[in-house]
């Protein structure tokens, strides 16, 4: 089946820490994202890469670090520095070109305890 | 700067009675609306795109629509399995990002 993983699925971190979540794509899509999303908000983009190698700050990307060293992963870190992490974080990922659908994981909740 | 809104917040519906729901956009351009449905906890997934307007998509209860400033899911004699959040996304053309709205989330009482 193809489809894309996110874990862990709930992630509990403590003050200080820097913690990474996972993100792995099997449908040989070029492009992923992350995306965070508090409640009563739209999902705002974190990051994202269109090929290996390169990878573009979103909106919120302040305190977040991201690597894209193979076309199916796309880890996202949550620094100490982010001040607010408590979220559900998403990753998305898309075939570039004329329809341009992205495809979500099922998600990750991390709790700063 | 893009920017999505949909309303209403939140609907509650009875079972079989259909309603709409709205999806206001400003975007320099448009590659495309996207529609997506989220059940608590998960993942959005992934509904419809229009790319112009006058577009209309249609899957199972839903429809959606497409004008130059809005798109309407429609949903016609909803069930209670219809219950979810709905998020409206567009994307301005030479991005590969989307700018999404809060969503709506829609209850549907047996």
Known sequence: ?????????????????????????????????WYRQDPGQGLRLIYYSQIVNDFQKGDIAEGYSVSREKKESFPLTVTSAQKNPTAFYLCASTQTGENNEQF???GTRLTVL | EDQVTQSPEALRLQEGESSSLNCSYTVSGLRGLFWYRQDPGKGPEFLFTLYSAGEEKEKERLKATLTKKE?????????????ATYL??????????????????????A
């Open chain 2, 71 to 83: 798109s309407f899911l429609h949903i016609t004699a909803p069930k209670p399995e219809d219950s």
């Open chain 1, 104 to 106: 979500f994981g099922p």
């Open chain 1, 1 to 33: 089946d193809g489809g894309i993983t996110q874990s862990p699925k709930y992630l509990f971190r403590k003050e200080g820490q820097n913690v990474t979540l996972s993100c792995e794509q099997n449908l040989n899509h070029d492009a992923m994202y």
């Open chain 2, 88 to 109: 409206c996304a567009v994307q301005a053309p030479n991005d590969y990002k989307l700018s999404f709205g809060a969503g709506t989330t829609v209850t549907v009482r």
